[in-house]
T-cell receptor, first 110, second 112 residues
Framework: SQQGEEDPQALSIQEGENATMNCSYK?????LQWYRQNSGRGLVHLIL?????REKHSGRLRVTLDTSKKSSSLLITASRAADTASYFC??????????FGTGTSLTVIP | EAGVAQSPRYKIIEKRQSVAFWCNPI?????LYWYQQILGQGPKLLIQ????????DSQLPKDRFSAERLKGVDSTLKIQPAKLEDSAVYLC??????????FGSGTRLTVV
């Protein structure tokens, strides 16, 4: 399967803590993206990391990519209640299509 | 820039009825995608258009689903006849060569 698989499936933390979620995939990729989805809403693009990159930052988000292990991680620092959402990784094996995993459901408790 | 527009937001139909969804992508985005997201799962690609041509429709159940992209801009996705298992959120996305996708808010379909 070309889908990413997120781990854990669900995560519950206190506001202010850091949240880490992981994505593993099976085939080689060109790019990997992370998306956020609030309940009942569309997907919001967070970060794209290319296969030749190892780490990217955007605000409180940090994404790492280890192509040798076929894995990526998303770290959200100093979490807020508004970060409560589902987070998906999407892998791009061909250069123009993305395949989504099943997601990590994050709950940040105020 | 304006986002990806989808309509309707919600639709409830009986099984065996027909339904159509509409998507207006971001202006200038050549690539348009339709995804199906069943509750609790990640989005699954149904069809990808490049301008008005189909790039990939390998996961589209062609016996009941059809899609077209008019003049390489707007797109419609149709289901005829609908089954209970078609209940899902149907997401449209568009992209340019630059950077990622932009998703619409989706259409939530309930088949009863």
């Amino acid at each position: 399967s070309q889908q990413g698989e997120e781990d854990p499936q669900a995560l519950s933390i206190q506001e202010g803590e850091n949240a880490t979620m992981n994505c593993s995939y099976k085939t080689s990729i060109n790019n990997l993206q992370w998306y956020r989805q609030n309940s009942g809403r569309g997907l919001v693009h967070l970060i794209l990391i290319r296969s030749n990159e190892r780490e990217k930052h955007s605000g409180r988000l940090r994404v790492t990519l280890d192509t040798s292990k076929k894995s990526s991680s998303l770290l959200i620092t100093a979490s807020r209640a508004a970060d409560t959402a589902s987070y998906f990784c999407a892998t791009d094996p061909t250069g123009n299509q993305f395949y989504f995993g099943t997601g990590t459901s994050l709950t940040v408790i105020p | 820039e304006a986002g990806v527009a989808q309509s309707p937001r919600y639709k409830i139909i009986e099984k065996r009825q027909s339904v159509a969804f509409w998507c207006n992508p971001i202006s200038g985005h050549a690539t348009l995608y339709w995804y199906q997201q069943i509750l609790g799962q990640g989005p699954k690609l149904l069809i990808q258009f490049q301008n008005n041509g189909v790039v990939d429709d390998s996961q589209l159940p062609k016996d009941r689903f059809s899609a077209e992209r008019l003049k390489g801009v707007d797109s419609t996705l149709k289901i005829q006849p609908a089954k209970l298992e078609d209940s899902a959120v149907y997401l449209c996305a568009s992209s340019s060569e630059t950077y990622g996708y932009t998703f619409g808010s989706g259409t939530r379909l309930t088949v009863v």
